[in-house]
């Protein structure tokens, strides 16, 4: 499957990463609301037809993207930004890869 960025072009789906459901609002950090948790995390609803997803360029501009795809073709409908149509993405999840190690400064003793 290909996604088309709107940054790096049309790219191979290995180097996207699904960031979760766009229809559904996350509760707020701070909540400690058990149910309300367990409701975001469990609870899913199968949809048929068009679904608004978020989902990173990892493997390119690291960019969060709101894509519209179908859940009985998987036929990209649309890809923007996420951003640009007023969504807040998710942090992205930091692979081992991204991490880098820390050491002093430069021109400073350990």
Not at 22 to 45: E, F
Not at 61 to 66: D, F, G, P, Q, V
Not at 98 to 105: D, E, L, M, N, V
Request: charged share 25%; with cysteine.
């Amino acid at each position: 499957m290909l996604i088309t960025c709107p940054y790096c072009g049309p790219r191979d789906l290995a180097e996207f990463s699904y960031q979760g459901d766009a229809n559904r609002p996350r509760p707020d950090q701070h909540d400690t609301d058990q149910a309300r948790w367990n409701a975001y995390v469990y609870d899913r609803s199968n949809p048929a037809g068009p679904h608004r997803e978020y989902w990173q360029h990892a493997g390119g501009c690291r960019k969060h993207l709101l894509i519209v795809r179908s859940t009985l073709t998987h036929a990209i409908e649309s890809v923007a930004f996420a951003g640009a149509q007023g969504a807040t993405p998710r942090p992205a999840r930091r692979s081992p890869k991204s991490r880098t190690k820390t050491g002093p400064a430069k021109g400073k003793k350990p």
